[in-house]
């Protein structure tokens, strides 16, 4: 995003899981990317 902040969304290997990687630069937008990507992840965006 044009602030640096970014969502990854990762399957496991080993694990039946997806893993969710989030960075910016507040706490609070860092929660919203990880509800984001658990959103995106159950389809309930």
């Known amino acids: 995003m044009k602030d ?6 990762r399957p496991s290997g080993t694990e039946a899981l997806v893993r969710i990687y989030a960075e910016s630069p507040t ?3 860092t929660a919203a990317l990880n509800e984001a ?5 159950t389809g309930k965006f």
């Open 27 to 29: 706490a609070q937008k």
């Open 37 to 41: 990507g658990k959103k995106i992840m």
């Open 4 to 9: 640096g902040s970014w969502l990854g969304l």
